[in-house]
């Protein structure tokens, strides 16, 4: 279950049951870059490119998720309207920080990071919880015919990223009580979020942390 925590960063109480485990997703109250003398970041460019940190911080090339399995290691994604996904090992302590926009869904990002995680960790799909984070609402995402018939929508159409990186998540192998939403809308909660649909050019971005202690 998602909650806000006294710093203003919201967190997921399943995940709080591990004690090796940093996690968080930013709101426009929390600058969370000043708490990590060591965070991993990558210039997103909505695609379905998967890096792993390997322990190191600053900006890691292109991509849009970030692996990591290094004690000491935090990757972290920036969103505004995208949604943020992180995923977590709980077998193998091995993480992963996803920037799922409407580009990045379509190329089914959330399930080539489990299958990076795979590759690199050996990580099981059942080992696996996910948490997707705030980012634009169904209620606010209308989209244009291009756009919604990647979703197998007709014309305009609302299109609910959440629910398409849910169904994805699943099915890949994670095991649905496993996968925690927040159903956040950052276009809809402006005291809390940046939306670049809301606030254009003017937005900021949220950042969404995950890593291992
Ligand atoms: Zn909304």
Redesign the pocket.
């Known amino acids: 279950m998602f909650y806000r925590d006294p710093e203003q960063i919201y967190r997921v109480s399943e995940l709080d049951a591990f004690p090796w485990l940093i996690h968080g997703f930013g709101t426009r109250l929390a600058d969370i870059p000043a708490q990590f003398a060591q965070l991993a970041t990558l210039k997103q460019i909505h695609s379905s490119s998967c890096v792993a940190a390997e322990g190191r911080s600053g900006i890691l090339g292109e991509g849009d998720a970030l692996l990591e399995n290094s004690p000491g290691g935090v990757v972290a994604v920036k969103t505004a309207d995208c949604i943020p996904v992180l995923l977590v090992d709980e077998r193998l302590r091995a993480v992963a920080a996803i920037h799922a926009g409407w580009r990045g869904t379509a190329a089914r990002i959330v399930e080539r990071a489990v299958e990076a995680m795979r590759e690199r960790f050996g990580t099981r799909a059942e080992d696996l919880h996910a948490a997707i984070g705030p980012g ?2 169904k ?2 995402y209308e989209v244009g015919p291009e756009v919604a018939a990647q979703f197998g929508e007709q014309g305009r159409a609302h299109i609910d990223l959440t629910a398409a990186n849910w169904r994805q998540l699943e099915e890949i192998g994670v095991t649905p009580s496993r996968i925690y939403a927040s159903n956040l ?1 950052t ?2 909660r402006a005291e809390e979020f940046h939306s670049f649909r809301r606030d254009h050019e003017a937005a900021g971005r949220l950042h969404s942390f995950v890593g291992i202690r």
């Open positions: 634009i609402g209620c606010c809308c276009m809809c």
